[in-house]
């Protein structure tokens, strides 16, 4: 069982910058791959961005290439979300998630732990 803690969301403007935390608990994090993923008013969950294991190996949405940078510290059992040129769309809950059996890192059925979320919102 894995336990997920998001935090670092908030309020900027378009054009700034925020740092999403996920502190994970209860098996051994070096372990497993994990991802990010937001969730718009009225529209689905979508894939944001996943990093392996190790960290040698990242995925991003094409919406977010270039702007957001994943990364895991693993002696501190965290991954982070760093999000530059923050735009209005960008708006959403942003979830963390862990990928307990190596399956496909950028489908939300992959995997099998979520955090609570995080409010991100970027205004004009």
């Known amino acids: 069982q894995v336990q997920l803690v998001e935090s670092g969301g908030g309020l900027v403007q378009a054009g700034d910058s925020l740092r999403l935390s996920c502190a994970a608990s209860g098996r051994t994090f070096s372990s497993y791959a994990m991802g990010w993923f937001r969730q718009a008013p009225g529209k689905e969950r979508e894939f944001v961005a996943a990093i392996s294991w190790g960290g040698g190996i990242t995925n991003y949405a094409d919406s977010v290439k270039g702007r957001f940078t994943i990364s895991r510290d693993n002696a501190k059992n965290t991954v982070y979300l760093q999000m530059n040129s923050l735009k209005p769309e960008d708006t959403a809950v942003y979830y963390c998630?862990?990928?307990?059996?190596?399956?496909?890192?950028?489908?939300?059925?992959?995997?099998?732990?979520w955090g609570q979320g995080t409010q991100v919102t970027v205004s004009s």
């Open positions: 998630a862990a990928d307990l059996f190596s399956g496909d890192p950028l489908t939300y059925a992959s995997y099998d732990a």
